[in-house]
């Protein structure tokens, strides 16, 4: 699943965190976080993780293939 490292990004600062905070509040190690963060890609249970923490859904983080 293609995510949107910016929307993640943005969300991480309006939240206040970094990586660490978002590390944690996801449950996400910080190294898987800077993988999928280079690769812009993840399995959907690490997006439904991401969007959790970052309290949004799924949809406002994936890219959308046109």
Request: glycine share 4%; net charge positive; hydrophobic share 35%.
């Amino acid at each position: 699943m293609n995510i949107s490292c910016s929307k993640i990004d943005i969300l991480t600062i309006k939240n206040g965190w970094d990586y660490t905070t978002l590390s944690q509040k996801s449950g996400i190690s910080r190294s898987q976080i800077a993988t999928l963060r280079k690769r812009e890609t993840c399995q959907i249970k690490t997006a439904l993780k991401l969007a959790k923490a970052l309290g949004v859904d799924v949809t406002e983080i994936i890219e959308t293939e046109v």
